[in-house]
């Protein structure tokens, strides 16, 4: 029997695979308890608790403890913790019944349960959204319960369940084959190798091949790719226990593609790190010397260390993402990973095949000719015949062939004439395919291979032609003719594709690519796939956008170049996939820049292309929807698919388009800028303006006789402008922003920092001067060292509060000034969220002076005329920045 989900991976698993491979099908549906018609729904329920759910599970699923902890272990509420305990001992514990006082560790903790409740619920709502919008594209498989056959997700998957598979498919945990017709699958995902093989019901493992587990013949194995033919199975394994589910459990397939947005994340931590090892000692020592006291020196340093870290970078971070997710969901695109969404709107080239992208994606046979350019009913039966019986990838062509038999021919009568052999799946090396068909005639009882395919790989194995119901040979005037009726069709815009045919080809059984030799040439397939009238248009707006379409299609020339040039693409320049082959890697990187299609491409082709074009330094998106287009689409720094792609290409996209169109795609890659231009507003605005008051920490500890804040002073504005900044993923971009990408990077951000940083620093220093020479004398009655020892705990009181006040004004008003290059409030203002947030939290932060609390948190009694103080610096500030960032303007091209 199955081992229990309790039991860990083990050489008993290797055994279970062993044994099930060997045994007939019989044997096997009866060791699961199975049956062919499919297990009831009591049986479901009862194998899905004994062997488990079908997903991988990860250290990185969500759940609500670990948001919980994630919310409340953070440095901002671990250094409160270690404030709140210190003030514990030194106002309760350690001191006399009438001078106990549990206020400040009141509050203390009341910040650390509101900082980590706001965290948490918006990384559960965040959470939330996400599994929804997953929801929208999940991939299914067809299984059979009850004798009834229906498409379900794959996490419904239990062990016992009959799974039918077809092309495109993804083999959605570890099975048994119980039956089997022309199955070819690709099982990349566990051995690394690309070329399909084919699997047999009935072929067991042979001796000499136990050990070779992994290419069992009627064993297929969870992430495996159907490729071409159909089959039936049984589930044996589900989740951890499948190989993948083993393999998953080393490497996770969310962590094998790294964004732009993770890199940029690290250095950000790199540069905080740094900092933070430089100032906060700094702070300490500084402030241990000139004060004498290092237990509060050293608390403060602490505090210092928390406020140059933006603790509310997780939380905006995944609310921006969400938000753009569940925005791009309203205009039809579903982001599958979120951290994507940064390249989305970085990408500044776009990698598509035409068809269905540029093209309405209804591909209509025009013509079935002879070699003679005649319309020719025997052209289409054959081409029926191809085209009805293979079982791989029934794409647009061989739907389109299909529908005009239907409308022509007697299909009923052929399928009765005809019955299907063998066949040779397509690949994109070979590019045709071919079947093998028995006329049923006991008159002629011929075997017929019949092949189609792109005309030069056609003639390549053809040695004769059929004209007029004549047989000649292929010579090479023939085959010039034959080229030049095809460009003659191509300049029409026709989609050309030719058809051969082979008698009594080898002895049933033994059909293979080596069959596909000396053909006959028989007719060709004129296709129509006519541009979508919004190609043109929204190839345009990617253009102004700063996006660069390329083409990258298996198509020829003269087809691509008609289309190309109907919906405005530069079709000066057209390279083929053997134009690729032998270049020097500077001549590629040459090629890939002045070309924007490409045609007769495989695969590797594709692949390498998105290669050489990052590597040129491009942020670059592909768009697919075939299992040709997989291999592209993980190369690509962000996979773009449709809903109704392949199971392989879904699996592989960062994000799916619910519509097949590049107004679909536009319009995300302009929300996805926008949620860039938040994430890096807070990320720079925070870094710049915490630098800034850690040179004004510097400053003031240097030369001031007293800190110049207390620590929990210090986290309270930390938490007031931290949490007034969980409104800017609600902010806006200018339309300039918008129209040009812009690369994930940390490297101006020091440039940034000293740039506007000490611009704060200036007028703390005006406000630390006005305080400590003016304001604070007068209030108190004289200066700081001709006072007495009770006067000069006011002075402290009322100095910390004006520093206070004006910290968190500023602060708020960077928001402001440096949100946009333009004047704030004049020639640019933010989102009423943005200025409800931080008008609100300023005002919040002036009236705590004023409050049952100021005691407490051991403030001063700041007179209102203050204000005027605060209002006068205010306006110099943003003058300032403004200046500042005319300066910064000259030589930077963005200011965010």
Same mark, same amino acid.
């Given at each position: 029997?199955?081992?229990?989900?309790?039991?860990?991976?083990?050489?008993?698993?290797?055994?279970?695979?062993?044994?099930?491979?060997?045994?007939?099908?019989?044997?096997?549906?009866?060791?699961?308890?199975?049956?062919?018609?499919?297990l009831s729904q009591k049986q479901v329920e009862e194998n899905r608790a004994n062997y488990g759910s079908n997903e991988i599970?990860?250290?990185?699923?969500?759940?609500?403890?670990?948001?919980?902890?994630?919310?409340?272990?953070?440095?901002?509420?671990?250094?409160?913790?270690?404030?709140?305990?210190?003030?514990?001992?030194?106002?309760?514990?350690?001191?006399?019944?009438?001078?106990?006082?549990?206020?400040?560790?009141?509050?203390?903790?009341?910040?650390?349960?509101?900082?980590?409740?706001?965290?948490?619920?918006?990384?559960?709502?965040?959470?939330?959204?996400?599994?929804?919008?997953?929801?929208?594209?999940?991939?299914?498989?067809?299984?059979?319960?009850?004798?009834?056959?229906?498409?379900?997700?794959?996490?419904?998957?239990?062990?016992?369940?009959?799974?039918?598979?077809?092309?495109?498919?993804?083999?959605?945990?570890?099975?048994?084959?119980?039956?089997?017709?022309?199955?070819?699958?690709?099982?990349?995902?566990?051995?690394?190798?690309?070329?399909?093989?084919?699997?047999?019901?009935?072929?067991?493992?042979?001796?000499?091949?136990?050990?070779?587990?992994?290419?069992?013949?009627?064993?297929?194995?969870?992430?495996?790719?159907?490729?071409?033919?159909?089959?039936?199975?049984?589930?044996?394994?589900?989740?951890?226990?499948?190989?993948?589910?083993?393999?998953?459990?080393?490497?996770?397939?969310?962590?094998?593609?790294?964004?732009?947005?993770?890199?940029?994340?690290?250095?950000?931590?790199?540069?905080?790190?740094?900092?933070?090892?430089?100032?906060?000692?700094?702070?300490?020592?500084?402030?241990?010397?000139?004060?004498?006291?290092?237990?509060?020196?050293?608390?403060?340093?602490?505090?210092?260390?928390?406020?140059?870290?933006?603790?509310?970078?997780?939380?905006?971070?995944?609310?921006?993402?969400?938000?753009?997710?569940?925005?791009?969901?309203?205009?039809?695109?579903?982001?599958?990973?979120?951290?994507?969404?940064?390249?989305?709107?970085?990408?500044?080239?776009?990698?598509?095949?035409?068809?269905?992208?540029?093209?309405?994606?209804?591909?209509?046979?025009?013509?079935?000719?002879?070699?003679?350019?005649?319309?020719?009913?025997?052209?289409?039966?054959?081409?029926?015949?191809?085209?009805?019986?293979?079982?791989?990838?029934?794409?647009?062509?061989?739907?389109?062939?299909?529908?005009?038999?239907?409308?022509?021919?007697?299909?009923?009568?052929?399928?009765?004439?005809?019955?299907?052999?063998?066949?040779?799946?397509?690949?994109?090396?070979?590019?045709?395919?071919?079947?093998?068909?028995?006329?049923?005639?006991?008159?002629?009882?011929?075997?017929?291979?019949?092949?189609?395919?792109?005309?030069?790989?056609?003639?390549?194995?053809?040695?004769?032609?059929?004209?007029?119901?004549?047989?000649?040979?292929?010579?090479?005037?023939?085959?010039?003719?034959?080229?030049?009726?095809?460009?003659?069709?191509?300049?029409?815009?026709?989609?050309?594709?030719?058809?051969?045919?082979?008698?009594?080809?080898?002895?049933?059984?033994?059909?293979?690519?080596?069959?596909?030799?000396?053909?006959?040439?028989?007719?060709?397939?004129?296709?129509?796939?006519?541009?979508?009238?919004?190609?043109?248009?929204?190839?345009?707006?990617?253009?102004?956008?700063?996006?660069?379409?390329?083409?990258?299609?298996?198509?020829?020339?003269?087809?691509?170049?008609?289309?190309?040039?109907?919906?405005?693409?530069?079709?000066?320049?057209?390279?083929?996939?053997?134009?690729?082959?032998?270049?020097?890697?500077?001549?590629?990187?040459?090629?890939?820049?002045?070309?924007?299609?490409?045609?007769?491409?495989?695969?590797?082709?594709?692949?390498?292309?998105?290669?050489?074009?990052?590597?040129?330094?491009?942020?670059?998106?592909?768009?697919?929807?075939?299992?040709?287009?997989?291999?592209?689409?993980?190369?690509?720094?962000?996979?773009?698919?449709?809903?109704?792609?392949?199971?392989?290409?879904?699996?592989?996209?960062?994000?799916?388009?619910?519509?097949?169109?590049?107004?679909?795609?536009?319009?995300?890659?302009?929300?996805?800028?926008?949620?860039?231009?938040?994430?890096?507003?807070?990320?720079?605005?925070?870094?710049?303006?915490?630098?800034?008051?850690?040179?004004?920490?510097?400053?003031?500890?240097?030369?001031?006789?007293?800190?110049?804040? *207390? $620590?929990?002073?210090? +986290?309270?504005?930390? =938490?007031?402008? /931290?949490?007034?900044? #969980? @409104?800017?993923?609600?902010?806006?971009?200018?339309?300039?922003?918008?129209?040009?990408?812009?690369?994930?990077?940390?490297?101006?951000?020091?440039?940034?920092?000293?740039?506007?940083?000490?611009?704060?620093?200036?007028f703390d220093v005006i406000t630390f001067a006005l305080l400590y020479f003016v304001i604070c004398p007068q209030l108190v009655?004289?200066?700081?060292?001709?006072?007495?020892?009770?006067?000069?705990?006011?002075?402290?009181?009322?100095?910390?509060?004006?520093?206070?006040?004006?910290?968190?004004?500023?602060?708020?008003?960077?928001?402001?000034?440096?949100?946009?290059?333009?004047?704030?409030?004049?020639?640019?203002?933010?989102?009423?969220?943005?200025?409800?947030?931080?008008?609100?939290?300023?005002?919040?932060?002036?009236? *705590? $002076?004023?409050?049952? +609390?100021?005691?407490? =948190?051991?403030? /001063?009694?700041?007179? #209102? @005329?203050?204000?005027w103080v605060i209002l006068g610096i205010l306006i110099l500030y943003i003058m300032l920045t403004t200046l500042v960032k005319?300066?910064?303007?000259?030589?930077?091209?963005?200011?965010?």
């Amino acid at each position: 029997m199955l081992k229990k989900t309790s039991m860990t991976a083990s050489n008993k698993d290797l055994q279970l695979v062993k044994q099930i491979a060997k045994e007939s099908r019989t044997e096997t549906l009866a060791r699961l308890h199975a049956s062919a018609n499919g297990l009831s729904q009591k049986q479901v329920e009862e194998n899905r608790a004994n062997y488990g759910s079908n997903e991988i599970a990860s250290n990185k699923h969500d759940s609500k403890l670990r948001f919980l902890a994630e919310a409340f272990l953070t440095p901002f509420t671990l250094v409160l913790l270690i404030l709140a305990t210190a003030s514990l001992f030194t106002n309760y514990i350690f001191v006399p019944a009438s001078q106990k006082d549990l206020s400040t560790v009141i509050i203390m903790i009341t910040m650390v349960f509101i900082s980590g409740i706001t965290s948490f619920v918006q990384n559960i709502k965040s959470s939330n959204a996400v599994n929804s919008l997953l929801k929208m594209v999940s991939v299914t498989t067809n299984i059979r319960r009850d004798g009834k056959d229906a498409e379900t997700p794959t996490s419904e998957v239990v062990v016992g369940d009959i799974i039918k598979l077809g092309a495109g498919d993804m083999v959605p945990a570890d099975m048994r084959l119980l039956s089997s017709k022309d199955l070819f699958c690709s099982a990349s995902s566990l051995n690394g190798e690309s070329n399909p093989v084919e699997k047999m019901a009935t072929v067991g493992p042979k001796p000499d091949q136990e050990n070779d587990y992994l290419n069992y013949p009627d064993i297929l194995y969870e992430g495996t790719t159907i490729v071409s033919g159909s089959g039936v199975g049984v589930v044996f394994a589900t989740g951890e226990k499948t190989m993948f589910g083993k393999l998953a459990q080393e490497i996770s397939r969310k962590d094998i593609k790294q964004t732009t947005f993770d890199v940029g994340i690290k250095n950000i931590s790199k540069l905080l790190i740094t900092m933070t090892v430089i100032i906060a000692p700094l702070v300490f020592i500084i402030n241990g010397l000139t004060k004498g006291d290092w237990v509060n020196a050293l608390i403060f340093a602490i505090a210092t260390a928390v406020g140059l870290t933006p603790e509310m970078l997780p939380v905006i971070v995944t609310t921006n993402l969400v938000k753009g997710s569940v925005e791009m969901s309203k205009h039809g695109t579903i982001i599958k990973k979120m951290n994507s969404i940064q390249n989305f709107g970085s990408a500044d080239v776009l990698c598509t095949d035409k068809t269905g992208t540029l093209t309405q994606d209804k591909v209509v046979l025009e013509r079935h000719y002879d070699l003679n350019l005649q319309e020719t009913r025997h052209v289409l039966e054959l081409s029926y015949l191809n085209s009805y019986y293979q079982t791989g990838m029934r794409d647009l062509i061989d739907g389109a062939v299909i529908d005009a038999a239907n409308d022509e021919l007697d299909t009923n009568e052929i399928q009765r004439d005809y019955n299907k052999i063998d066949e040779i799946p397509f690949d994109f090396t070979r590019r045709r395919m071919s079947v093998v068909v028995a006329n049923s005639d006991t008159e002629h009882g011929e075997h017929l291979l019949v092949t189609k395919g792109a005309a030069e790989e056609m003639m390549a194995v053809s040695t004769k032609v059929e004209v007029d119901g004549k047989i000649s040979p292929l010579t090479e005037d023939r085959k010039k003719d034959i080229l030049q009726k095809i460009d003659q069709m191509n300049d029409d815009g026709l989609r050309v594709i030719m058809v051969a045919y082979k008698k009594n080809p080898a002895p049933v059984g033994e059909f293979s690519v080596k069959d596909e030799t000396e053909l006959t040439l028989f007719g060709f397939l004129a296709f129509l796939d006519p541009p979508k009238e919004s190609a043109k248009d929204a190839l345009a707006k990617l253009k102004s956008d700063g996006i660069t379409v390329k083409i990258l299609t298996g198509d020829n020339e003269a087809v691509t170049r008609t289309v190309g040039l109907q919906v405005g693409l530069n079709v000066d320049t057209v390279y083929t996939g053997a134009d690729l082959e032998g270049k020097t890697d500077e001549e590629l990187a040459k090629m890939v820049e002045e070309c924007s299609i490409f045609v007769k491409l495989n695969p590797e082709n594709k692949t390498r292309i998105i290669q050489l074009l990052k590597k040129n330094g491009h942020t670059v998106g592909y768009m697919g929807d075939g299992i040709n287009d997989a291999p592209a689409m993980k190369a690509a720094d962000v996979s773009i698919s449709v809903d109704t792609a392949v199971d392989i290409a879904k699996e592989s996209a960062d994000i799916i388009l619910l519509h097949k169109d590049l107004n679909v795609l536009e319009q995300g890659v302009r929300i996805g800028r926008k949620v860039f231009g938040n994430t890096m507003k807070y990320i720079k605005i925070t870094l710049s303006s915490n630098f800034g008051n850690i040179l004004s920490i510097l400053v003031a500890s240097s030369f001031l006789p007293f800190l110049p804040m *207390l $620590p929990l002073q210090l +986290l309270i504005l930390d =938490l007031l402008y /931290g949490t007034s900044c #969980l @409104s800017l993923p609600f902010d806006t971009m200018s339309d300039e922003y918008l129209k040009q990408p812009r690369t994930w990077s940390t490297r101006k951000l020091p440039k940034f920092m000293f740039y506007f940083g000490p611009t704060s620093s200036v007028f703390d220093v005006i406000t630390f001067a006005l305080l400590y020479f003016v304001i604070c004398p007068q209030l108190v009655g004289g200066s700081f060292t001709a006072i007495s020892a009770a006067q000069q705990v006011a002075f402290v009181a009322l100095f910390h509060t004006g520093w206070f006040i004006e910290s968190l004004w500023t602060q708020e008003m960077v928001i402001h000034a440096l949100r946009d290059r333009r004047l704030p409030f004049i020639k640019q203002h933010a989102t009423y969220a943005v200025i409800l947030a931080t008008f609100g939290a300023g005002i919040i932060g002036t009236l *705590l $002076p004023f409050s049952s +609390l100021a005691k407490v =948190l051991k403030f /001063g009694p700041m007179p #209102l @005329s203050y204000m005027w103080v605060i209002l006068g610096i205010l306006i110099l500030y943003i003058m300032l920045t403004t200046l500042v960032k005319h300066f910064y303007l000259k030589n930077e091209k963005f200011l965010i």
